[in-house]
């Protein structure tokens, strides 16, 4: 069974700072990886997929990398900016996998 | 492209009852997926269905759990005699097969509250 683990489970950063997100999965087989930002009561919305062939997706400030061999994905967000704060899911496909999130706060 | 549609947005209910969740996916996908969230969790898969055929269901859904789609487009989920263990964001999510990507695309949840 497909176990993906997201540390850390939340984090606090000033305005501006780079943020890493990590998402590990524990069967490397994956159709897809895609990371989703969820606010508070909110359903997921979608920022980033990448396919099992790919190394990483960029779009804007945000860089999703893929290492399947080690079973590891990263999402930066650069600059971060208040409106940055919400719980970021990571989702592994085909087993249709959620980690718990990491809750992201970013201070003015 | 409206969007992943839910409704209710909220219900609230006493243990025992009967509740029924509606989910009308993006016109164009095929693929259709029934989630649950509690607090401080990720999104548990329950069930989905490729156009009206239920594919997949996970060991969470116990036999008062039923959802249907019964002409490929929306999707009904119906929980029956609900317990407080029930109370949870129940989400929808539809893709597309065949495209690159295949990306879920989710709706805003329905959260049940079991009194």
């Known amino acids: 069974k497909q176990e993906v683990t997201q540390i850390p489970a939340a984090l606090s950063v000033p305005e501006g700072e780079n943020l890493v997100l990590n998402c590990s999965f524990t069967?490397?087989?994956?159709?897809?990886l895609q990371w989703f930002r969820q606010d508070p009561g909110k359903g997921l919305t979608s920022l980033l997929l990448i396919q099992s062939s790919q190394r990483e997706q960029t779009s804007g400030r945000l860089n999703a990398s893929l290492d399947k061999s080690s079973g590891r994905s990263t999402l930066y967000i650069a600059a971060s900016q208040p409106g940055d704060s919400a719980t970021y899911l990571c989702a592994v496909r085909e087993q249709l996998s959620f980690g718990a999130g990491t809750t992201v706060t970013v201070r003015a | 492209d409206t969007g992943v549609s839910q409704d209710p947005r909220h219900k609230i209910t006493k243990r025992g009852q009967n509740v029924t969740f509606r989910c009308d996916p993006i016109s164009e996908h095929n693929r259709l997926y029934w989630y649950r969230q509690t607090l401080g969790q990720g999104p548990e898969f329950l069930t989905y269905f490729q156009n009206e055929a239920q594919l997949e269901k996970s060991r969470l859904l116990s036999d008062r759990f039923s959802a249907e789609r019964p002409k490929g487009s929306f999707s009904t989920l119906e929980i029956q005699r609900t317990e407080q263990g029930d109370s949870a964001m129940y989400l929808c999510?539809?893709?597309?097969?065949?495209?690159?990507?295949?990306?879920?695309?989710f709706g805003s949840g329905t959260q049940l509250s079991v009194l």
């Open positions: 999510a539809s893709s597309l097969t065949g495209t690159q990507d295949e990306k879920l695309f």
């Open positions: 069967d490397s087989a994956i159709y897809n």
